[in-house]
């Protein structure tokens, strides 16, 4: 299997290359040639457990690692010790809206779903970096939302040949995220916040990554840089695993017949996670329809109804912040799939909204769009509804992004009126995580005080908060430095020990 860019199709790169370099040097990301149809394959893949699974779908994607290196990244990855048992539960619900399955994936380390790819990234990419010639130590920055600057922490921690740096927006993380980076341990971690929101820390990375001066001086010094950004392929592939996990544990619970379809529900922000869901289906996996769901920033939602893709709006600081996001990259590898790989159309649209912060797709784009997938929002206070109606109805405890999904869902069903479709609602992670926002759903009032509010959580709603979480309280603060945007540069040189 060899990937191309999105942006240059006659590009070929083995699966290494493409998860060491990140994304192509054209500004492109990276997509396999062809994606590999398991249709046949369904009934053998049923009876797998998690791990099963996860190699059988690597390596249909990883064909220049051997079958040992990818035994040990999974092994190491999904270790039952790190996730509790099986890496992710299906929590199924009943009542009029038809059979909904809520696909709980964050029971990692940091309690969000991205842990179910950065946890295995790090191995994908230590094996990909032996594989090229040059030994250099890999320097990943991150800039997050929230949820992957943890992730990739956790998950890179002392990993030899790594070093992670992380950059988060100062008011855009909730007060449990940011404890969960400021008291990060490891010895090749560093975390820093910047002045601004996500696309403004975003940007200041991007900046870096393509900063020639800044390369030459890590190369004279032995560093490269890396990205463990959704761009990644190597965060891509690990999630479509999950699509095909959960329509398995589905068949079983609704005694369905492998083969019948189901829908997903995705709380989207980066467009990573439903594209993954996306690829599962082109692989073969019955599934009806991808219900995107959005925040009040609803610029997918738009998208999905117009053909318009337009970022010129205003940013909303929500209550599922790893959702507030206006420019969601992973759609360009959506987009060059529906153009027939036309990568010339699809860098003018890239090139527009780079340059005018708009641009829109033509018929025959808009018609595959909504025929595959349903777009809808929801704003915070529709939210907050969704927890306290989902608590008291179902007696089920989502976080705020879960929540979005369930609302667009809700949408769908009245919309389309399918409610037979069994469906997967994903939820990406634990209500401990987002508890002000979850308590004050739930009406009740919140002190200001996040360990409180977790035992506040825990005595109402009778469940316990994640141990990693409560930890946190008596940990030390390491990192609390603030920057501005402008000073992220120097922050890398001096992490890496090699500013002037
Ligand atoms: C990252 C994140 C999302 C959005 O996922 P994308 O792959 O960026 O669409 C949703 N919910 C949570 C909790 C997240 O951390």
């Known amino acids: 299997m060899q990937y191309k860019s999105t942006r240059n199709s006659k590009l070929r790169l083995d699966a290494s290359q493409v998860i060491a370099q990140g994304i192509s040097t054209e500004g492109g990301l990276f997509v396999p040639e062809s994606l590999p149809n398991v249709k046949i394959d369904l009934p053998r893949l049923s009876n797998l457990d998690y791990q099963g699974l996860a190699k059988e779908i690597f390596k249909l994607f990883l064909t220049d690692f051997t079958e040992e290196q990818i035994n040990h990244c999974v092994k190491n990855a999904y270790e039952p010790e790190k996730f509790g048992g099986e890496p992710v539960k299906l929590v199924s619900l009943k009542g009029d809206l038809g059979s909904r399955h809520i696909l709980e994936l964050w029971h990692g380390p940091t309690c969000a779903f991205k842990d179910m790819a950065l946890q295995v990234l790090p191995h994908f990419l230590t094996v990909s970096l032996s594989k090229s010639a040059e030994k250099k130590e890999a320097v990943i920055l991150v800039a997050t939302s929230g949820d992957t600057g943890k992730a990739a922490l956790e998950g890179f921690r002392d990993v030899s040949g790594t070093r992670v740096l992380v950059f988060y927006p100062q008011a ?25 929101n996500f696309d403004d820390a975003q940007a200041a990375v991007k900046k870096i990554f393509t900063d020639s001066s800044i390369k030459e001086v890590l190369d004279k010094h032995g560093f490269m840089f890396s990205s463990a950004n959704s761009i990644n392929w190597g965060r ?161 405890l989502a976080d705020t992004h879960t929540a979005v999904a369930l609302d667009v869902y809700r949408q769908y069903v009245e919309s389309s009126g399918d409610s037979s479709t069994p469906t997967v609602v994903v939820s990406t992670a634990s209500p401990y995580k987002f508890v002000g926002s979850v308590l004050s759903a739930l009406e009740t009032l919140e002190s200001g005080e996040e360990f409180e509010n977790i035992l506040q959580l825990e005595s109402i709603t009778n469940t316990t908060a994640p141990a990693q979480l409560k930890a946190l309280q008596h940990k030390p603060i390491r990192f609390d430095a603030v920057i501005k945007a402008s000073q992220a540069a120097g922050y890398v040189l001096e992490a890496l020990g090699i500013g002037e």
């Open 172 to 196: 855009g993380v909730s007060p449990m995220q940011k404890r969960q980076m400021a008291t990060q341990e490891g010895g090749n971690v560093g975390v820093c916040a910047i002045e601004g």
């Open 236 to 396: 891509l592939l690990p999630q479509i695993v999950y699509y095909f996990y959960a329509y398995f544990q589905i068949c079983k619970a609704d005694k369905l017949t492998v083969g019948n379809p189901i829908n997903v529900a995705v709380p989207t922000g980066n467009f990573g996670n439903i594209l993954a869901a996306y690829y599962a289906r082109e692989m073969g996996l019955p599934i009806k329809k991808l219900i995107c769901a959005s925040n009040a920033n609803k610029v997918l939602t738009d998208f999905i109804n117009t053909g318009i893709y337009d970022r010129r709006r205003e940013f909303y600081a929500t209550s599922s912040p790893s959702m507030d996001i206006l420019i969601s990259s992973n759609l360009e590898r959506l987009l060059y799939g529906l153009l027939g790989e036309n990568s010339e159309v699809l860098s003018n649209w890239m090139e527009q909204l780079s340059r005018e912060g708009h641009y829109k797709v033509g018929d025959d784009v808009r018609e595959k769009v909504r025929e595959l997938f349903f777009g809808g929002f929801c704003n915070d206070s529709a939210t907050a509804q969704t927890i306290r109606n989902t608590w008291r109805e179902d007696n089920y």
